[in-house]
């Protein structure tokens, strides 16, 4: 009797039946990489495409032939557009610096919260909140019911209302794995808490940091929903933007080139920038 168990016990597994769970298709892994292949296209191929229409003659009708300067000519001869440019790059160095030193001093303390996981859950709300919602929410609060004059201040506040979840959830993937124990063995040594951070937990947090910063100053220098519920007389990029798109005298070939310009200066620094932090941070 025991003999049978234990050729019952050694048996091997049966084998998957033809047909059976969907991790086992033969085909999985290649049409995995064809539905790759898709999203990135329908990622970047319209980036290629605007940059295409950029320096055609005829932009609005999809054609990029015959190729002309023209719209570069046209957006470099009218500088209207240089004060809002400037007006936004200023609000979202200003937004990504608040962010990122914020979204680190709560993340260093939210994982020794007894109440963290509530605490979590209310910064990260207004990820879900529509924009326009909040934007008119903040517009409530500060004009009519504070009496306050909306301007680049009030655009600034609300980015950091928005860039905020971002920025700390970023900064959070890094705490909660954050090894205590090495706080705990440089008190023991006799350093002090400041030298502690500067020593031991910044150069494993600078990542998060960073990543904190750089997607606080992405999402302020693309933000229009909340921009222009805040705005009150102000204009930022994005705002110039929407506004000469859907003036009666299109402006839109213009936007084309300057959109371009913008693409062919933050791309390359972002990829710099991800190199840096993750390529050679892993090598050293």
Request: proline share 7%; charged share 10%; hydrophobic share 55%.
């Amino acid at each position: 009797m025991s003999h049978s168990v234990l050729q019952l016990s050694v048996r091997e597994p049966a084998a998957q039946p033809k047909g059976g769970a969907w991790s086992y298709w033969r085909g999985w892994p290649a049409c995995a990489k064809w539905i790759t292949f898709g999203v990135l296209g329908l990622i970047y191929f319209p980036l290629l495409w605007l940059a295409m229409m950029s320096v055609s003659a005829r932009p609005l009708s999809g054609i990029p032939f015959p190729l002309s300067g023209a719209n570069y000519v046209s957006l470099f001869t009218n500088n209207d557009w240089l004060a809002p440019f400037g007006i936004s790059v200023m609000i979202a160095l200003g937004v990504a610096v608040v962010t990122a030193l914020t979204a680190t001093l709560v993340g260093r303390a939210l994982p020794h919260s007894p109440r963290a996981g509530t605490l979590v859950l209310l910064a990260v709300l207004p990820l879900f909140i529509p924009g326009m919602s909040m934007g008119a929410a903040q517009f409530i609060f500060l004009r009519p019911m504070l009496g306050l004059t909306l301007g680049f201040w009030s655009i600034f506040l609300g980015h950091v209302v928005w860039a905020f979840p971002f920025s700390l959830l970023i900064v959070l993937v890094l705490t909660t794995r954050f090894d205590s124990r090495l706080v705990e063995a440089a008190a023991d040594l006799g350093a002090s808490g400041w030298r502690t951070f500067w020593d031991i937990e910044l150069p494993i947090l600078r990542p998060g940091i960073v990543g904190a910063g750089t997607f606080g100053f992405l999402i302020s220098f693309n933000e229009v929903q909340r921009s222009i519920f805040l705005r009150g007389t102000a204009t930022t990029m994005p705002i110039w933007n929407w506004e000469m798109a859907s003036s009666q005298q299109s402006q839109v070939p213009v936007i084309f080139s300057l959109e371009t310009i913008v693409l062919a200066v933050v791309l390359p620094l972002l990829a710099a920038l991800f190199w840096v932090l993750f390529v050679r941070m892993d090598k050293n």
